[in-house]
């Protein structure tokens, strides 16, 4: 069965720096791959996605994340962060071999911890 | 711009006693989600509803669950008799086509089961 790991629970970082939150899924046949973004007491926010064509995919708010069949990874990297881009990321995946309904199968999430 | 609209924000309920959770999807969408999060844990899917019927569901979604579109606008989740290890956090989702592209979040209902 897909699952999805989000390597790291937690990850501080200073304001302005760079930071890549890391994402590995199990099976590659046939996936569509998604990060969400939860913000204290909000939903959970699109920020980008790879259905297919160009493995770098950018999003919202100055993310972007590569799609890297070989290592089955789907890593969201932003060059700068700001104090606003604290929140929770999630990725996900939609295995599209095993299931026709769309649904999402989730990694436990990372914590993105901005520090001024 | 639209959303995904879910009510109540917060439910507090004794053990035993049954539940709806109620979710508007975006007006044009066709595909109906619910997922829940455990404190501490992954989000997890529980069912996919489509063409008013039930299209998915995990080994979470039992007997205790069950999904309903009664009036063409709303989605309701409906735990029967609910458990302690039903506290979670409840959210629906909508998409215009089968999530390929994207499947839109409510903001999520906390359900505490006392």
């Known amino acids: 069965a897909q699952s999805v790991t989000q390597l790291d629970s937690q990850v501080p970082v200073f304001e302005e720096a760079p930071v890549e939150l890391r994402c590995n899924y199990s099976s590659s046949v046939s996936v569509y791959l998604f990060w969400y973004v939860q913000y204290p007491n909000q939903g959970l926010q699109l920020l980008l996605k790879?259905?297919?064509?160009?493995?770098l995919v950018k999003g919202i708010n100055g993310f972007e994340a590569e799609f890297n069949k070989s290592q089955t990874s789907f890593h969201l990297r932003k060059p700068s962060v700001h104090i606003s881009d604290t929140a929770e990321y999630f990725c996900a995946v939609s295995d599209r071999w095993t299931s026709n309904t769309g649904k999402l199968i989730f990694g436990q999430g990372t914590t993105l911890q901005v520090k001024p | 711009e639209p959303e995904v609209t879910q009510t109540p924000s917060h439910q507090v309920t004794q053990m035993g006693q049954e539940v709806i959770l109620r979710c508007v999807p975006i007006?044009?969408?066709?595909?109906f989600y619910w997922y829940r999060q455990i404190l501490g844990q992954k989000v997890e899917f529980l069912v996919s509803?489509?063409?008013?019927?039930?299209?998915?569901k995990s080994e979470i979604f039992d007997d205790q669950f069950s999904v309903e579109r009664p009036d063409g606008s709303n989605f309701t989740l409906k735990i029967r008799s609910t458990k302690l290890e039903d506290s979670a956090m409840y959210f629906c989702a909508s998409s215009g086509d089968r999530g390929y592209t994207e499947a839109f979040f409510g903001q999520g209902t906390r359900l505490t089961v006392v």
């Open positions: 509803f489509y063409n008013n019927e039930i299209s998915e």
């Open positions: 007006s044009n969408h066709l595909y």
């Open positions: 790879y259905l297919s064509g160009s493995t």
